[in-house]
């Protein structure tokens, strides 16, 4: 509750992310409806938004509702095909793990578009002054591989590739 309060007290129209690293309230691919309603109720007048992993039925139902209440919440897709099925649930936007040699734009297998990510490429760019994350959107953000685990991610990315070629 201190954390929402945090929240709630930040002024009208501010941006801010949840989460640098981790997930929606839960455990596993279970949402706790309580406390993401709790941050949904803070964040009322405010634009955060942050990222899942969580695809369950059960997640993706209270995704929707969070994004329908203005909490935007990026479904994490594992390659391009995965990035089709979650697009496909409508239940909110969708970012993309690419190669690291990603073109600036690409088309997933059922030609939606996806935009590289403008900060991975760009020096004057940050998330603060992009804001796509933030945004309802129908265009997939994708985000190369990059840090210490980007071969391993890569190879990953590869091996999904061809088993759905």
């Not at 059922?110 to 998330?127: F, L, W």
Request: charged share 20%.
């Amino acid at each position: 509750s201190e954390f929402c309060d945090t929240i709630a007290a930040l002024p009208d129209g501010q941006l801010w992310r949840h989460n640098q690293a981790g997930d929606l309230p839960g455990i596993g691919e279970t949402v706790d409806p309580v406390a993401l309603g709790q941050l949904v109720a803070a964040n009322i007048g405010r634009r955060g938004f942050t990222y899942t992993h969580k695809h369950s039925s059960d997640a993706l139902h209270w995704v929707r509702h969070a994004n329908a209440w203005g909490f935007t919440v990026n479904l994490s897709a594992n390659d391009l095909h995965h990035a089709d099925q979650l697009y496909d649930t409508q239940a909110g936007p969708v970012v993309v793990v690419l190669p690291i040699d990603a073109p600036q734009q690409t088309v997933t297998p059922a030609g939606r578009k996806v935009i590289t990510c403008p900060a991975t490429y760009r020096d004057d760019i940050s998330c603060a002054t992009c804001q796509l994350c933030s945004r309802q959107r129908d265009t997939i953000v994708g985000f190369p591989a990059h840090g210490t685990g980007k071969a391993k991610v890569e190879k990953i990315f590869f091996m999904k590739q061809e088993a759905t070629a």
